[in-house]
């Protein structure tokens, strides 16, 4: 009998087999995204600023810009965003800690009777709470405040302080530099790329910092809406530490879907012990009415195009962030999603070139082209 030398069909090229390959590709994808986090959260010191800087330079460039236009020197257009930023910066937590010193005796009376009627409630209201109890659970707490574990964390917590006050030196930095020099140091990430590539990568380049600086201003301005409104409803409603709590809704506002309802809940809670249930229920109208506000119309008109993701998203975004990086990664999560799916849609789309110019030729009598070059004519 003869041999049978046709080929045989490689395992590979079968639907298991192409099903295997596209699984194994998945596979080392994610083991390079993994080891990738996993890098990244050990140089947390350095990744963390030079992430925050990039954002805030991107929010920033345009005055820069403007300074740059105007004949101003870059160093001296980077110095003066800077020390701006820095001087309103440092307005805003000395009234922040003003209103705090002269309004906290207040607030503890206030909370003192309030932890008092809660007591008189649960000894004396439907859930037989007796005062043994409460007095145990007190002695409890106090426990746990003076315990080795709460030492060790307080330990734990001066070492995060050192680490974020050096953090804040290494990025301002990064800023100046990035404000100085941002776009030399961009060229200079680039020119290792194929030159076919470099159009493109430019072009991601100034799109990604439209989106970052677009997310970021249109955010602030979203706050600021926010911590205005329910800040001056605080203070006509007689509620202590309104401008503190106000600047805690603009932060909170830089958290999308769940910042603005927290610092909202956290206003709310401090009118309740402060002034009673009618004022706190009054701010909890004024929060929601804002929250409502804000997501169907100062959101979509002032951010536009700045943020392209589904809610869902966003959602999934920042529950992943919050894992890997805590509170720091819920504010970085948004804009650097933002980002990436720019990046995505930039890098899948037309790379544009320029067009030779064309020849516009003069016809004789409609039909036939004239020469390139023609010579006077004569009359």
Known sequence: MDKDTR???SPWTDSLGRVAVRSAQLLVILLVVSTFVFGMSRLKLVVTPVLITIIV??????VVGILRRRGVPDALAAWAAMLTGLGT???VVWLVVRGFRREWDDLVAASGEGFNELQRYLTNGPFEISEEQ????RQAAVDFLTSATVSSGAIAGAAVAAEIVAGIFLGLVVLFFLLKDGQR???FLVSPLPAETHERAHRIGNRAVEVLGGYVRGTAIVAMVDAVVIGVALAILGVPLALPLATIVFLGAFVPLIGATLA????????LVANGPGTALVVVVVVIAVNQLEGDLLAPVVLGRAVRLHALAILLALTAGTILAGIVGALLAVPLTAVAWTVVREWQGPVEVEEPPRLHLRRRSGAEPAAAAEGPVES
Do not use: Y
Not at 134 to 137: D, N, S
Not at 264 to 271: D, F, H, K, P, S
């Open 7 to 9: 080929p045989r069909p």
């Open 57 to 62: 330079a991107a929010a920033v460039s345009p």
């Open 89 to 91: 910066i440092s307005a």
């Open 134 to 137: 409460i007095e145990q659970a």
């Open 185 to 187: 140091i961009w060229d």
């Open 264 to 271: 909202g809940t956290i206003a709310a809670l401090v009118a």
